[in-house]
Every structure is written in C-alpha cells, then in structure tokens.
T-cell receptor, first 116, second 117 residues
Framework: NAGVMQNPRHLVRRRGQEARLRCSPM?????VYWYRQLPEEGLKFMVY????????ESGMPKERFSAEFPKEGPSILRIQQVVRGDSAAYFC??????????????FGEGSRLTVL | AQKVTQAQTEISVVEKEDVTLDCVYE???????LFWYKQPPSGELVFLIR??????QNEISGRYSWNFQKSTSSFNFTITASQVVDSAVYFC??????????????FGTGTQLKVEL
C-alpha cells in the first residue's frame, strides 16, 4: 500500500506567482487534511476535505488560499499571488472514513515551498 | 479551544543519557487522543504513539516510554540511553473531532533534541 503521496517535494516561486501542491491520499482514504509548518514552528491545521466537499476550512487564510478534493484525482492546495510569508512546509494527511476523534492521520512527506 | 504546550524549545544531551520531553495539554473534551511525532532532519513526520484519554497506563516501546497523567494534563516522553539517531524535533499533538467524522490535530511547537557523542 502506497502511503500519502505529495508533489512536488520542493517548489520555488517568485512573489506574485501561483503555487499548486498536490496530495494523493492512501488507498481507501476519503478524508484529506492540509497542515502548514512555518519555519521553527509546529504544524497548524488548515483545511479538512472529503471528496468534492470542504468540511472545515477554519485554518485557511481568508485570501489567496484555496483547496479542493475532486471526485477524481488528487487534492490540490492552491496559493495565488504568493508572498515571502507563504514559505513553509505544507503537509497533507489522509484518514479512512471512520476515523472520528481517534486521530489516525497518515502524513505525507510534505511539500516545501520557497518564495523568492 | 485545544492547546498543546511544549515548554522545552531545545534539549542537548550526550549519547546514552536519558532525556524526558514534556507535553502539557488543554481540552474540554472528555474523549480525546494524544500523540507524539518525530521529525528528523529529512523533514517527514514519523508517528510514534497514540494514547486515548481513558487509558492512563504508561507505555514502553524499546528505549521509548510515555507517561500519561490526566490529573496534570501531561503526556511526557522519555528516551532511555539516547542515541545520535534520536536527534530530531519531537511534536506532541492532541486530537479533536470534527463535523463529518474527521479530526484535527493540534500540535505543540516542538522540542528540538540534539544528541551528541
């Protein structure tokens, strides 16, 4: 069973460009989560999605950030008009549909965004 | 709101020393889970342990052990006879159930452990 796959692992963008990060959950997992880790900090929850639905986006910045998890294909975290403060590691996690509060999240290896 | 505090920002030990990483949490939930993750220099997150709020038994796995004290809202992690390969950032986390059946982890800020020869 392949784990959670994230790509690209490293992405460099100039200020004002767009960044797209992709996440393929583990087989059989229908819940996807995105977390952001700023330098020297812990991971912060951004958004929780199920297929074609955003369930909780309480951690998403109000502007420039969006996420989707289409019926087919990977989940996408999109950052428009990137700024230097967006430089961070973005982790995707997935879980099976019956996880509940048990917290069985399986993390990908992260995508590291650098904004020049 | 959920909160996880890891007061130790950085710890340095000499190989073979024992080291304890502290974790204190806050939650109003009666059912919750606590976790420890390791983040080596390569950057990935490695799951170490999950413990539910109803199980206060201490757990030991090789050189690792965990002490869950509900009375003090603490979930401390001890590495016995530390090794250089233990050098990493260690995160404590607390789960919270979400609408839709998912869950959210609240992470502490991490403790950087450096084990030197």
């Amino acid at each position: 069973n392949a784990g959670v796959m994230q790509n690209p692992r490293h992405l460099v963008r100039r200020r004002g460009q767009e960044a797209r990060l992709r996440c393929s959950p583990m087989k059989g997992h229908s819940h996807v989560y995105w977390y952001r880790q700023l330098p020297e900090e812990g991971l912060k929850f951004m958004v929780y999605l199920q297929k074609e639905n955003i369930i909780d986006e309480s951690g998403m910045p109000k502007e420039r950030f969006s996420a989707e998890f289409p019926k087919e294909g990977p989940s996408i975290l999109r950052i428009q008009q990137v700024v230097r403060g967006d430089s961070a590691a973005y982790f995707c996690a997935s879980s099976p549909p019956t996880t509940g509060v048990t917290g069985e999240l399986f993390f990908g290896e992260g995508s590291r965004l650098t904004v020049l | 709101a959920q909160k996880v505090t890891q007061a130790q920002t950085e710890i340095s030990v000499v190989e073979k020393e024992d080291v304890t990483l502290d974790c204190v949490y806050e939650t109003r939930d009666t059912t919750y889970y606590l976790f420890w993750y390791k983040q080596p220099p390569s950057g990935e997150l490695v799951f170490l342990i999950r413990r539910n709020s109803f199980d206060e038994q201490n757990e030991i796995s090789g050189r690792y052990s965990w002490n869950f004290q509900k009375s003090t809202s603490s979930f401390n992690f001890t590495i016995t006879a530390s090794q250089v390969v233990d050098s990493a950032v260690y995160f404590c986390a607390l789960s919270e159930g979400l609408t839709g059946g998912g869950n959210k982890l609240t992470f502490g800020t991490g403790t950087q452990l450096k084990v030197e020869l």
